[in-house]
């Protein structure tokens, strides 16, 4: 049996987000698929056939961003006639409660087949309710009175009215629904037991747990409660194999401080409304509730929060700042836990955790987390992640990379290494599209652009024409520096400085022992010195991603004004005609593209003279560049100067 968790994001948006999403993910264990809530549309993503086939339906609570598209499902469900079973809807009692309150005005009524009558339908008849974690021991319960008329009683669950002396009613008149507030037998405290137990106490829930088990999938779900602080019910999810643990946070506040907070501070109670005399006759009382809460958290519910995380892969909600019901980046982000994805994202973050975006799917193996990719399993293991409106960006550490992480009131941001704000790290940033990393275009007449076939191209725009050519994806082949290795502060800009004036290229990976190596000079047309400011540090930058591209490797290298020099590692396969075109023409049609004055300069689209010298061996000497270079054009190398790459 498999025992594998593949979590796929269909929507995870906050829902207040610009671009909609809200939030609904699918579970699957052994060809078993479960939605986590329904909120985002499900219809073109899954297809008929895909809704079809779901098991059930993982309720957190019922905000709209998290049952949009419930009744839509019900309803395909129930008037497919391909389809043979009720949509399971499983979740804790008080949140089935209020999804059947919530949906029943839009499916319990419709017409008859032949479209004559107006007829009932019974909730039931398409919906199977499955409990999951331990039904209360107490409830308010709407019965009706002899007379006709109906009111509120506590009772439990063998049908014994509970007392004033141990139960209450409060209906605020603002609101009109009820709530309990009960009394502790511990403590004899007042409290609110919906928010004051965890399932695990047995005071006020029953002994039955409620697991759910799926024998086909040999999945095991547990309901949380502990954790989760949200102000309507909600429950957290702990989905299990024999050898993974995913814990689904829902929409909560992480912040143990503050758990700790409505654990130990006790509140007194406030008779200005009612006397006291009147409150503990009273079994219904119309009023605040916080009135009359004494404490919010029981100490157990507490204790059991802060172990709930433990040994699981943790898919958590995240805010930016002062989110009330959700949980603030600032809370969360150095949490001490090994693995956290953020989801129900807002629409601009910046992390130090991988964070979730829609059509991305993990795949948990043997305690391991990998993103799922084309068929392909890669790990995390970017430095910082950006999500952000205009798209979603990775970043691995670097000391001479061009951005820097910085930090302000507990949120990250990622700007220019050239800004003067105190830094984290510097970082190399790559474009993250749909799981695969690319360079970041710096270019604003260049975009990337997903083909239908799956391959990845950069568009190149040019007045009303455009052009583009596939590139590869550079996942699994990026090298970051090690942690830990850093440069002093006020050294870094000046080792990079240096690094840049020598023109020397960055190493980027370990090729095989089996790679042929070669020594390669070309030079531009005409033999003019354009290689120079940022033409020479942007020459570097393309010819190191055609490198990457390639699978090559770039051991050492320089930029001169008037020529370009590469000892690179290339594999068996790949002959030095093939690779001397990738290099030349690529950086061609790249450079000439973003530089107008180099456009203006070479006539006939092409910048790059026609030879190119090739020496397979580590020997070349400066003489013998240079004098491939003065037989170019017979011009003779005056001094050296032009082999330094001038960043200005």
């Known amino acids: ?64 961003d998290h049952k949009r598209w419930y009744t839509d499902i019900v309803l395909f469900t129930f008037y497919n006639p391909l389809v043979k079973h009720k949509v399971r809807l499983i979740s804790s009692e008080t949140i089935l409660d209020e999804y059947a309150k919530n949906s029943k005005g839009a499916l319990e009524r419709s017409l008859s087949l032949d479209s004559k009558r107006i007829v009932d339908i019974p909730y039931e008849n398409m919906v199977e309710p499955v409990i999951i974690g331990p039904r209360s021991k107490y ?95 909600t429950i957290a999810f702990k989905f299990m194999t024999e050898e993974n643990s995913l814990f689904f946070s829902a929409d909560t506040v992480y912040k143990p401080s503050l758990w700790r907070e409505l654990w130990e501070e006790y509140r007194p109670q406030k008779f200005t409304a009612i006397s006291r005399k009147e409150f503990e006759e ?61 989801t129900h994202n807002p629409d601009n973050l910046t992390s130090w955790r991988p964070i979730l975006t829609s059509r991305r799917k993990l795949s948990l193996r043997k305690g391991h987390t990998y993103e799922l990719v084309k068929g392909v399993l890669y790990p995390y293991d970017a430095d910082v992640y950006v999500h952000h409106l205009s798209g979603d960006y990775v970043g691995y550490r670097s000391r001479k990379g061009a951005y820097k992480v910085i930090e302000k009131e507990g949120l990250l941001g990622v700007v220019s290494a050239d ?12 474009q993250d599209i749909r799981g695969e990393y690319y360079p970041l275009l710096s270019s604003f007449n260049t975009v990337y652009h997903s083909r239908e076939d799956g391959k990845v191209e950069v568009v190149t725009l040019e007045g009303d024409r455009s052009f583009g050519r596939v590139v590869q994806n ?66 570097r930058d393309v010819l190191r991603q055609i490198a990457l591209e390639h699978e090559m490797e770039i051991i050492a290298g320089k930029v001169s004004s008037d020529h370009i020099h590469l000892f690179l590692a290339h594999g068996p396969t790949q002959n030095v005609n093939q690779v001397i075109q990738w290099l030349k023409d690529t950086s061609s049609q790249m450079l000439l593209s973003e530089f107008a004055h180099l456009r203006s300069q070479f006539s006939g689209g092409y910048l790059w003279s026609r030879g190119y010298l090739a020496v397979s061996s580590e020997d070349m000497t400066d003489e013998m560049i240079r004098q491939y270079v003065e037989e170019q054009e017979d011009e003779p190398i005056a001094d050296d100067s032009r082999f330094q790459v001038n960043p200005s």
């Open 282 to 342: 009273s079994s219904i009382v119309m009023g605040d509730i916080n009135d009359f809460i004494e404490r919010t958290w029981s100490r157990e519910r507490y204790e059991n929060a802060m172990s709930a995380y433990k040994d699981s892969v943790i898919i958590h909600d995240v805010a930016r700042k002062n989110s009330i019901v959700h949980t603030d980046y600032a809370d969360i982000a150095n949490a001490p836990y090994e693995t956290i994805f953020f």
């Open 474 to 539: 550079m996942r699994g082949k990026i090298v970051k520096d090690k942690p830990g290795v850093t440069v002093p502060p006020g050294k870094e800009n000046v080792e990079e400085r240096a690094q840049v004036a020598a023109g020397r290229f960055f190493k980027l990976q370990a090729y095989p022992k089996t790679a042929l190596k070669v020594n390669l000079v070309w030079v531009p047309k005409y033999r003019r010195r354009v290689l120079i400011g940022q033409v020479a540090i942007r020459t």
């Open 139 to 233: 409830f308010i319960n709407l019965k009706r009175a002899n007379s006709g008329s109906y009111y509120y009683e506590v009772e439990d669950r063998q049908g014994n009215a509970i007392g004033p002396e141990r139960a209450k009613i409060f209906i605020n008149p603002a609101v009109t629904r009820p709530r309990l507030l009960f009394k502790d037998d511990e403590s004899g405290e007042w409290v609110e037991p919906e928010s004051y137990y965890c399932f695990e106490s047995e005071i006020f829930y029953e002994k039955h747990k409620n697991i759910f088990h799926e024998e086909k999938a040999g999945l095991t779900v547990q309901a949380m409660k502990s954790t989760v602080w949200h102000g309507v019910p």
């Open 1 to 64: 049996m498999n025992r594998d968790i593949e979590f796929e994001v269909i929507g995870n948006t906050s829902p207040f987000s610009l671009m909609g999403e809200s939030s609904c993910y699918m579970l699957t264990v052994n060809g078993q698929s479960y939605l986590v809530d329904c909120g985002t549309p499900i219809f073109p993503y899954l297809g008929y056939q895909g809704i079809a086939e779901i098991k059930g339906i993982f309720a957190t609570h019922s905000h709209e």
């Open 419 to 430: 800004d003067p704000q105190e830094s984290h790290m510097r970082v190399d940033l790559y």
